[in-house]
């Protein structure tokens, strides 16, 4: 069998995208590679297992995909610097009162416009025949999912595995805050992940409809009409 080849059109990236990616590449090794020399060598190396996944996706999903799509490679190099750099390693969860708030509200957002591209290259690819609406509602209920499930994780460290293991990571317990309660602090969480997704699943058909208007589409969608031909390809 052969190795399949990883996509042409990448070349066609717009260079002010093409400089953001990189200087979010850059930035983030350089702070990786401090916290493994001179600081929380944890999270040096999260960050570092990252940033490799998402520059050689082909190793880590045996070719299934060869190329992230540059819009969506963005955004989580984005949540990868404020996550594992900014509120990890700097410490800015226990800096900032509200920081855990920002990034419920940042990973929810960019989880909802994610996903709308997502469905919605499904739908202009005939695979899936929704309306907008339902496509929507659909995006806001599995952002609400995904955050439902990220507080019984952190319930499950925090009663379960973190008096095993904490002493051993530089992680502390992950529920409450120092302003409220763990019960407050998640529902809070959760509000907040609805919101976030409400506003990127919103976003995304903006986006989506705007370039309707003008008779193209969207760049994103068509790298991953571009990924999912070749996935169905023999």
Not at 44 to 57: C, E, K, Q, S, V
Not at 59 to 84: A, G, H, Q, S, W
């Amino acid at each position: 069998m052969h190795g399949k080849s990883c996509p042409v059109h990448q070349n066609h990236i717009p260079a002010w995208k093409r400089y953001i990616r990189g200087f979010l590449r850059v930035i983030i090794l350089i702070n990786a590679l401090y916290q493994v020399l001179f600081g929380e060598v944890f999270f040096g190396f999260l960050a570092l297992a990252a940033l490799t996944i998402l520059l050689i996706p082909r190793f880590f999903t045996k070719n299934r995909v060869c190329v992230v799509p540059v819009d969506i490679e963005i955004l989580f190099l984005i949540v990868i610097f404020f996550e594992l750099i900014v509120a990890d390693a700097y410490n800015f969860y226990s800096l900032i009162p509200y920081y855990d708030k920002f990034m419920h509200l940042l990973v929810s957002f960019i989880v909802g416009i994610v996903g709308m591209m997502i469905i919605y290259t499904f739908y202009a690819l005939g695979k899936l025949q929704a309306s907008t609406g339902v496509m929507f509602s659909l995006i806001v209920l599995i952002t609400m999912g995904l955050g439902a499930g990220l507080e019984m994780a952190e319930y499950f460290y925090d009663q379960i595995l973190y008096p095993l293991i904490g002493p051993y990571l530089p992680t502390g317990l992950t529920q409450g805050s120092m302003i409220a309660s763990p019960l407050v602090d998640t529902m809070e969480d959760l509000y907040v992940d609805t919101l976030g997704g409400i506003l990127g699943a919103a976003m995304g058909i903006i986006l989506i409809k705007r370039e309707e208007m003008k008779g193209k589409e969207l760049e994103v969608i068509d790298e991953l009409e571009a990924l999912a031909s070749e996935k169905d390809e023999p």
